[in-house]
């Protein structure tokens, strides 16, 4: 007769602990875009002293690199295209980060009002 083998139970295992969740911060990331690089400080420092005034941690600005666009012209009609001129447009770059934003540095920077040619994309990061 063949033997039966006998399977022990295991003590049931003990629950484990829940790690806790760290959230990583959140970062509010606004890039300015201007053709003036003295129009683009001025609004730079602006946004700054917004966020400096209710005690927001600011990481910036971060000068990115500037963007040329060129573009070659014939100066006149027909036959003489020996004879071109050259255009290029900068376009020059910031990068603002703040850190942990409050709902009222947000609230400040949406109703702030900056000069026009100053492009701004604010994105949550």
Do not use: C, W
């Not at 990481?59 to 500037?66: D, K, N, Q, S």
């Amino acid at each position: 007769m063949p033997k039966k083998e006998i399977k022990e139970k295991k003590p049931a295992a003990k629950p484990r602990a829940k790690k806790a969740v760290v959230a990583a911060p959140q970062k509010l990331r606004i890039k300015v875009r201007a053709y003036e690089h003295k129009v683009l400080d001025a609004s730079v420092k602006q946004i700054l002293d917004t966020a400096l005034k209710y005690d927001a941690k600011v990481a910036g600005p971060i000068p990115l690199p500037t963007e040329i666009k060129k573009y070659t012209v014939n100066r006149s009609t027909f036959i003489y295209k020996d004879a071109r001129e050259q255009f290029e447009m900068r376009i020059h770059k910031r990068v603002i980060d703040i850190i942990d934003p409050s709902p009222k540095v947000i609230e400040a920077l949406t109703n702030l009002s900056l000069p026009s040619g100053v492009t701004i994309d604010v994105k949550m990061v």
